[in-house]
């Protein structure tokens, strides 16, 4: 996985890994979920992929937009 840049300092997220149609986002209590193209859909991915590569965002955007929507918990 790809650690998470973090810009803010404050990101509940600390890496992730990008899939063509998919991304799984590890977060800092422990869990990994995956977002895919079904769950929570094509342009809710794309963003969150967007955004982890910017290293800034992902953690607002799932909290505001994606919440409990994700394909799986791992």
Do not use: Q
Not at 44 to 50: A, L
């Amino acid at each position: 996985m790809t650690s998470y840049t973090n810009s803010s300092g404050k990101s509940g997220v600390s890496a992730y890994e990008i899939y063509d149609n998919a991304i799984l986002v590890e977060f800092r209590h422990g869990g990994k979920y995956l977002y895919d193209y079904d769950i929570p859909g094509e342009a809710e991915v794309e963003e969150m992929k967007r955004l982890a590569i910017d290293g800034s965002g992902l953690m607002t955007f799932i909290n505001k937009n994606v919440r409990k929507r994700f394909a799986a918990k791992l």
